[in-house]
């Protein structure tokens, strides 16, 4: 099985199989594994520990620390600190709007993968 995050790849292996030398850690699910991408999303969005702007948190319950992952658009005005820190990365035009990353196929059944939006801004230092 392999997974991927951004153009990285990675390769889960079968039990008997030993993955090639350099092989990088997996992240996100890209294959059809029935463990992901089932009852996804069902938080809304919410607050609760500091958190960096732009960070992803995983979350079980009904609130997220966050904003779920879901593909949607954002204006900018609404959010410049986040458009600040994804740009464009996952789409949008941005001159009025940008997308939020879809982790909704990444993230494990009955779980809410979501983007700090209110929290520390990430310095460069």
Request: proline share 10%; aromatic share 8%.
């Amino acid at each position: 099985m392999t997974y991927s995050i951004c153009n990285a790849t990675a390769y889960f292996p079968a039990q008997s199989e030993t993955p090639p030398l350099g092989t990088p850690a997996p992240f996100i699910p890209t294959g059809s594994d029935p463990r992901f991408g089932n009852n996804t999303s069902l938080a809304v969005a919410g607050t609760g520990r500091t958190c960096t702007v732009g960070e992803i948190i995983l979350n079980a319950g009904v609130i997220a620390n966050g904003t779920p992952a879901a593909g949607q658009t954002v204006p900018i005005n609404s959010d410049t600190a986040l458009f600040s820190v994804l740009g464009t990365i996952y789409g949008g035009d941005g001159t009025t709007n940008f997308q939020l990353p879809d982790l909704r196929a990444a993230a494990p059944n009955g779980l809410t993968y979501s983007i700090c939006a209110f929290g520390i801004f990430p310095s460069g230092n």
